[in-house]
Nanobody
Framework: QLQAFGGGLVQAGGSLSLSCAASGRTFSTYAMGWFRQAPGQVHEFVTAINWSDGSTNYRDSVKGRFTISKDNAKSTVYLQMNSLKPEDTRVYYC?????????????????WGQGTQVTVSS
């Protein structure tokens, strides 16, 4: 089970942070990550982090602005979002996979948290 926290409304150029706590059978976790979805569109990959070695992957449009991190002891993944743009407005979802992937598609991710809205005003 994944539970996400954070999100909200911010002006362009501002910052927001998200967190996602995993509970239950997390011993098989290979990676945790974040996807986002606009109304009527499919989930798009944002970023992921390897649960063991901390290696990361980001979609090009968020590189240098978003940072994913983890706390293994708390089974929690974080997403720090800086220099937010209106086009970052989406519902953000955390996800967990046992497969050896650090990216999409969503079908490769086993568990999903509830979405949290991020709205960036211009």
């Amino acid at each position: 089970q994944l539970q996400a926290f954070g999100g909200g409304l911010v002006q362009a150029g501002g910052s927001l942070s998200l967190s996602c706590a995993a509970s239950g059978r997390t011993f098989s976790t290979y990676a945790m990550g974040w996807f986002r979805q606009a109304p009527g569109q499919v989930h798009e990959f944002v970023t992921a982090i390897n649960w063991s070695d901390g290696s990361t992957n980001y979609r090009d449009s968020v590189k240098g602005r978003f940072t994913i991190s983890k706390d293994n002891a708390k089974s929690t993944v974080y997403l720090q979002m800086n220099s937010l743009k209106p086009e970052d407005t989406r519902v953000y979802y955390c996800a967990l996979t046992s497969r050896t992937v650090l990216a999409g598609p969503p079908s490769l991710w086993d568990y999903w948290g509830q979405g949290t809205q991020v709205t960036v005003s211009s």
